[in-house]
Every structure is written in C-alpha cells, then in structure tokens.
C-alpha cells in the first residue's frame, strides 16, 4: 500500500541514528500512488466530496516549492501560493483573533506576577509577619510551587478530555477567581491558598497556550506568532506594574488592589476562548477530521491552503502514531526519557527554560522593587523603576516577532546571552558605587534596563515558541507539560533563594552570581540545541532524529571553526559552512527559487487582486 511507503520512510528517518537527510514525507510517490493515498484519506474520513480539493492540496505539499508547473492548479490558485510566501503575515481573522486571545492569556501570567512585586512592600506589615527571608521567597511563589506541581501534570488529562480550548477555559476560572480573593484575604494563610489556587490554573495555561498557538499557525509564521506568549507576558508585566503605580496612594489597601487587579485581562480572556477554533491537530489525534478540516479552513486564508496542510499533517501522523505509540499517562512521562527523538526534544527544551532561570531575568520580576530600593531610591521612585523595566521588557520583545524566524531561536539565544551575562555583571558592580554618588541610582538602573533589552528578543520569547513546537502531537502536552515544570519549579527555587542569597553573598555577589551563570547556559545551548526555525511540527520529528552527540561534535568541530575564521578572523565568504542538515526540497516550502518565470510573473500581477 502506499500508505505503508510513506510511513516506512517517515520511520527510518525516526530510527537510524545516522539519517541527517530531511525529506518530504510524499516524496517519491507517483501521481497515481499520491492520488490513490488521497482517495484512501476522503473515503475513511467522509470527506469523499472534497476528493478533487485535496488531490490539489497532495500536489502542493508534495512539490512545495514547484506548484507554479503544476498543471492541476488554476492561476488563481498558484497566486494565492504565491501570497503566502511574499506575504506571509496576510493571516485571516480567526487566526488573528487566537493569536490575541494568546496573547491575553500570556498578559494574565505577567500581571499575577507583578501584582506580588509590589504587594512586598506592604503586605506583611498589614498582616503583622515576621519573617525570615526563606519564608518570603516561599509566600511570594506559592502560585509557582502549585504550577509544578499539581499545575503542569494535570495539562495532559486536561488537554485530552477538554482539548485546548476546554483547558484554556478552566485555567481562565481559576485565574480568575483566586486572584480577587487573595485581594480579599483577612490573614497570610486565606492569601496563601488562594496563590496556590492560583498556580493551578497558571500551570495548565502557561503549558496549553503555547502549544495551542503553534498548532493553528503555519510554519513561515508559527515562530512570529507564538513567541507572542512572551511579548505579551512581558506587557503583562509592564501593566501590571502600571496598576501598582495607579494605586500607590490608597494606602492599607494597595496590596490587595495590586493583588486582585490581575482580575481585569482574565475574564475577557476566559470568555474570548469560546469563539476561537479548536486546534486541528488535536481534532485529528481525536479521529475528527470532519471537525479538524472546518478548523483548519477557519485558520488559512482558502480551502486550498487548509486541504494541503490537512493531508500533509495526517501523513506525518501516520507514520509518528506508528512509531511514538503512547496510551497512558505514565508511558507518556516514562517516553519522554526512553525514546530518543522525544528524549532529544526533552533534554533541548528543558536546556532553553533552565537557561531563562539562569540568565536571572526573574530576580528582577519578582523582586524589582526590592532591588532598585537596595540601590538607594524610595519605596515610590522603586516602584517608578520598576514600570521602567516592564516597558523595556516588553518593548524590546518586538524585534523578536522579525527574527524569530529568519535569524532563528538558537542564534537569538547565543547572540543575546553574552550580552546579558555582562549588563548583569556591571549593574551588580554599580551596587559598589557609594550611594552618596550621584552616579550610583542612574547607573544600576541603566544596567538593568539594558539587560532586560537584550533578554526581551532572545531568551525571553524563545522557550515557551521552542518547547511548543519540538515535541511530536503524542507527547505534545506531557513535553510541554515537562518543559513548563522545569521553568516554573527552578523560578521558584530562584526566587525562594534570592533573598537569602544577598542576605549572604550580598547584592554585589547575587548579580556576578547570575552573570557567571549566564556564560554556562550559553555553553549549554551552544552544544544542545539545534534550530527549530521554518520547519512544521512535524518535519521536526526528523530533526531530533540526529543524535545529541553528532549534534554537540558538530557545532565543536566545524561550526565553531568556521565561526572563528569567518567573524574572528574575517575570512569573509571564501568560507563554507557544511551543513548538518540537508533539507532537500521541503525548504522549498519557505524559501522557493528565486524564479523570474513569465508563470509567476503572470500569477503575482494579474492575480492576487482577485484572489
């Protein structure tokens, strides 16, 4: 059967250690045997009425970068293709409208956060606590101790029974009832609970909302728009730290209103997720293709462009259901670490949200206020800072949305950690400076500003977009799941620590700390995690078929020297760079050739308007 031809290429490139050649999985099939699949597919899935749609769609995905010569297609057909390639961020409206609801949702994570950063300043006086430092870090991460655990594992039973709309809403019930009762709190502990409350609806959405935008986004695109988590997470912050500077002068109540205020971009956002499409792939997992090709048809610009994705998609998932079997939850935790394509993607993804802990970006989050009053300003000019380090954060996260998928997740994240690991180091050094100088405030703020602004495009959108993505659709959620504990339960560590960290080490050591760490995570990505940009959530099953080591051996032995000899030396372009990969055509896909043919001419000039 053709079928099997398919699956059995798709495994061997899942299988042999040694396999770097990255096909197309309808390659080598005739028109007959491709047709013959695409019969096969309309006839199991009721969609026998769409056989002449998806035979088109087949053709495209199987000659992605050549559908110009195919004879098949209309030119209005072929000037739709071409749109999409020359004009990739023409997305329709149900696509631009999930993407919002995303990054909502992403804004509902950084204004819980900040609510608590300037809750510090007052709330344990109200309530009459007196602490050690470890008990402050613990009240102030509660919601992460509960997002790791139980928070993050129950996003797999979730997922699986309420989908990724059904998940979204619950954790939107929580988010949003836990936060106006830790306003309302009338002792440490009713505050306590209703954090912990709050850290099981963090947890699920934190893991559900990046997977679910990466699953209804095309690939030219998908880094662009799902690394809007981040962005939007940090314009969570920045307004959650304007709520905390409109609300300065209430006196008693200001904690509870910076508390509760988080409220605001929660409900929209559990009532929004109604109206959004249910993601396709999950509806496919699911065996309901009827359902799956409405959704698809609502994310993509034409039927066309839904039916191709569709019939290339459930071929991948052929052969990975066939491959990747996985019918428990405990065989799904236990797989993570046995079968090596989705061992690779656990170790990479869990390397990238380490690496976000370790940069310290987080010891600024959470404890701004307390950091900039160390440094010599006011409760209230602390809190003016910290607002400045939220719209750093969140402005400097928009170069990202560009070169997340040109320059790539891996060059973003070794471009900006050097520069991350020497702002953090001279801020903490400018903690030296008397505070009787008049140099000492302005420089400490100046540091940090500049770090947040080389973490905002790298490691600030990079892990949650790359965790998304790398795992295959029968681990999708537990993957994410993992990658999302391992962040969350070390931010709670780091922040549980700090202030017992500079009560020990100082200010001054605390920030030299954290920039030594910055230099190994760069060593640790460098060597194990390979790039991710423009390839389809499936294609990427073929990419983690390397093993680590060959992986790790090659960036040591020829990226690196070539690296050195072109940028250090200034070789300039006599030399070349072996690949790792070879893509073949699927690149085609992203990057067709540069043809200058009277076809496409002729299709971009005379038909995009009527298409």
Known sequence: MSSKKVSSGFLQCLSLTHCFRIQNPLRGLTKEELFTQVEEFCHKHKMEEKIGLFRKGALVAQNPGNFGELDELADSEKAILYDEIYHKWRQPNALIFTVALCSLAAAVQGWDQTGSNGANLSFPLDFGIAEDDLVHGSRNQCPYLASVFPGCWITDPLNNYLGRRGTIFFCGIFCTISVIGSGCAQ????????????????????????IYAAEN??????????????????????????????????????????????????????????FCPESPRWLMK?????????????????????????????????????????????????????IPRVRRATMASGVVMIAQQMCGI????????????????SDHQALWASWGFGLVNWLFAFPA??????????????????????????????????TSSPASVPLVALFIFLFAAFYSPGEGPVPYTYSAEVFPLTHREMGMSWAVMVCLGFSAVLSITFPRMVGAMTIVGAF?????????????IFFLVPETKQRTLEELDQVFAIPLRTHANYQ?????????????FLGGNKFRLEPLY??????????????????????INGELGTA
Do not use: H
């Open 556 to 568: 040591l032995t020829k990226f690196l020297p070539y690296f050195i000899r072109r940028y250090v």
């Open 512 to 524: 030299c700390f954290y920039a030594g760490l910055n230099v190994i995570a760069f060593v640790m």
């Open 217 to 274: 986004t095309p690939a030219a695109v998908r880094g662009g728009l799902v690394m809007s988590w981040q962005m939007w997470c940090a314009f969570g912050i920045f307004l959650g730290s304007s709520a905390n500077l409109a609300v300065m002068n209430t006196g008693q109540i200001a904690w509870r209103l910076r508390l509760g205020s988080a409220f605001i971009p929660a409900i929209p956002m559990t009532i929004g997720i109604i």
């Open 187 to 210: 002792n440490w502990y009713q505050l306590f609970i209703c954090r912990l409350l709050l850290g099981i609806g963090m947890g699920p959405k934190a893991s559900t909302v990046p």
């Open 286 to 338: 699911k065996g309901r293709y009827t359902e799956a090709y409405s959704s698809f048809c609502r994310l993509r610009n034409t039927e066309l462009q839904a039916a191709r994705d569709m019939f290339y998609t459930d071929r991948q998932l052929v052969a990975e259901f066939g491959v990747l079997k996985a019918s428990t939850y405990r065989s799904r935790v236990t797989e993570l670490f046995t």
């Open 362 to 377: 987080n010891i600024i989050a959470f404890y701004s206020s307390t950091v900039f009053v160390r440094a010599g300003y």
């Open 582 to 603: 070879d893509f073949e055509e699927v690149d085609a896909n992203i990057f067709p050739s540069e043809r200058k043919g009277t076809e496409r001419t002729a299709a």
């Open 401 to 434: 949305v560009w070169t997340i998928d040109t320059f790539g997740r891996r060059n973003l994240l070794l471009f900006t950690f050097p520069n991350m690991a020497w702002t953090l180091l001279a801020a903490g050094l400018c903690f030296l400076i008397p």
